[in-house]
Each structure stands twice: as C-alpha cells, then as structure tokens.
Antibody, heavy 118, light 106 residues
Framework: QVQLQQSGAELVKPGSSVKISCKASGYTFTSYDMHWIKQQPGNGLEWIGWIYPGNGNTKYNQKFNGKATLTADKSSSTAYMQLSSLTSEDSAVYFC???????????WGQGTLVTVSS | EIVLTQSPTTMAASPGEKVTITCRAS?????MHWFQQKSGTSPKPWIY???KLASGVPDRFSGSGSGTSYSLTISSMEAEDAATYYCLQRSSYPLTFGSGTKLEIK
C-alpha cells in the first residue's frame, strides 16, 4: 500500500533553513508527482509546489519562490523540501501528498511541524 | 490565482439534518475536489472530480456543481461527519484551496 512517511518535528531559529523529508513506499516513486502543502496553526491549506522525481521537474506556487526548494532522491524514494530564511510566518505543518488516478492528493504524509522560534 | 470562497465558515447541524457546503471560484474551473480534515490529522480525499466519492466515503455524501459554483451535501448528518471540509481546484496554477468549513454536531 502507498505510504508517505515524513520526518519529525523541527524547532529552528529565525533566519536559518530546514530540510524535511517524505519517504515513499508501496509504489514506483519516479512515476508520480510529489506535492507539498502548508498548513499554519488554525488555518487552511496552501499549495507550495510539486516535483516529478522521474526527471526532477518542479512547479512552484510563485508565493514560495525563493522560500521552498523541492528535491528528490530516487535511490531512497525520498522527496525533500528545504525552507530557507525562516521567519515566524513559516511556522506550520507541512504535508507531502500524492495523486491517484483522477483524485488529487489521494495519499498524504502525516505532516511535519516546523516551529520557528529563537 | 483562482480564489475559492467557502460558505459557511462554520456551522452546526443536528443528527439527521441535511447539510450543504458551498465553494465559489473567482473564475471557472473544470472540477472541484473536497477534503475532510479532523483535528490533528492529515486531510483525507473525500470527493473528487466534483461528484465522485473517494474510497470509503459514505453515500450520504454527494458533490455537484459546475463553472464557478460547487457544493458538498450530506443528506443526513451523523456525528462522525463533524470535521473541517476544504475544496480544492487544480484547473490552473497555483492550485488553491478554500478556507474551509468547520462542521459541528449539535
């Protein structure tokens, strides 16, 4: 069965960077886009972008250009998102998600909480 | 960017009551997708391609709409349906979600 296992919670300082991971299993990693979604505490959902691990192609929400960098390691079936120049506005839960036939975001990781605090 | 406006923002329904949640798009979209999220968990796919129920979703749920107006309906509210529901459009980039409708049981 498809599983997306995300890395654990991070407490990071303002101005620093963080890299979170999403390890995929149960399917051919290189055949599906991996999307990333942000959810601030008590708030709604915001799409960050996707990466296609098969060729490394990416598509970003312009709002996250320069903030988020998506990469993927085919050898370990793991997708990564690096967030840079962190501020309190970046404190959120970040999800990875994958589509299925017809259904966007059919599979979700459990989420990674990033807290930006000095 | 296509803005999705959900209404109501919050509501409470009694068991057995019919519930309708609306999602209006600032521009026409081809399909609408819906997700259910309960506190502390990841969103779950709920309705896709406007009217198709995701696996395991009870058939008291339905989805409809076209163009700029879409809705999710529960024919008869049950306690387990209490959650926040989000709509999503993927007709154009960036993909956008509605701000959510929190549905509570009375």
């Amino acid at each position: 069965q498809v599983q997306l296992q995300q890395s654990g919670a991070e407490l990071v300082k303002p101005g620093s960077s963080v890299k979170i991971s999403c390890k995929a299993s149960g399917y051919t990693f290189t055949s599906y886009d991996m999307h990333w979604i942000k959810q601030q505490p008590g708030n709604g959902l915001e799409w960050i972008g996707w990466i296609y691990p098969g060729n490394g192609n990416t598509k970003y929400n312009q709002k996250f250009n320069g903030k988020a960098t998506l990469t993927a390691d085919k050898s370990s079936s793991t997708a990564y998102m690096q967030l840079s120049s962190l501020t309190s506005e970046d404190s959120a839960v970040y999800f990875c998600a994958r589509r299925a036939a017809g259904s966007p975001f059919a599979y979700w990781g459990q989420g990674t909480l990033v807290t930006v605090s000095s | 960017e296509i803005v999705l406006t959900q209404s109501p923002t919050t509501m409470a329904a009694s068991p057995g009551e019919k519930v309708t949640i609306t999602c209006r798009a600032s521009s026409s979209v081809s399909y609408m997708h819906w997700f259910q999220q309960k506190s502390g968990t990841s969103p779950k796919p709920w309705i896709y391609d406007t009217s198709k129920l995701a696996s395991g979703v009870p058939d008291r749920f339905s989805g409809s709409g076209s163009g700029t107006s879409y809705s999710l309906t529960i024919s008869s509210m049950e306690a387990e349906d209490a959650a926040t529901y989000y709509c999503l459009q993927r007709s154009s980039y960036p993909l956008t979600f509605g701000s959510g409708t929190k549905l509570e049981i009375k």
